[in-house]
Nanobody, 121 residues
Framework: DLVESGGGLVQAGGSLRLSCEAS????????MTWLRQAPGKEREFVAG????????YYADSVKGRFTISRDNAKNTVYLHLNYLKPEDTAVYYC????????????????WGQGTQVTVSS
């Protein structure tokens, strides 16, 4: 139901833009979240955005470097990754929260398959 794209290999300090396209039904009814999971670590919250796009939330580790946005006409949520660091290397997932605001302690009903981001030093 959710399809991510845009991952890749980038040097430290570089940028990427991740995209996640959803079905219209899912997207219109959901707050959206990006999470990530690095090798050997638990999945962690990265950024979230409400249904309207009026509010956004970020993990402290990415605040000021990453930006989440959504285009409700395209049923797509984006994550702009700037000033990337090697510790940002992870599989990035988008997820849909149909009941809440997409923030850190949400529960997510739909998940994408993930896209790999690798940052070299």
């Amino acid at each position: 139901d959710l399809v991510e794209s845009g991952g890749g290999l980038v040097q430290a300090g570089g940028s990427l833009r991740l995209s996640c396209e959803a079905s219209e039904r899912t997207f219109r009814s959901s707050a959206m979240t990006w999470l990530r999971q690095a090798p050997g670590k638990e999945r962690e919250f990265v950024a979230g955005i409400t249904r309207s796009g009026g509010s956004t939330y970020y993990a402290d580790s990415v605040k000021g470097r990453f930006t989440i946005s959504r285009d409700n006409a395209k049923n797509t949520v984006y994550l702009h990754l700037n000033y990337l660091k090697p510790e940002d290397t992870a599989v990035y997932y988008c997820a849909a929260d149909t009941d809440g605001i997409g923030a850190r302690f949400s529960t997510w009903e739909y998940w994408g398959q993930g896209t790999q981001v690798t940052v070299s030093s």
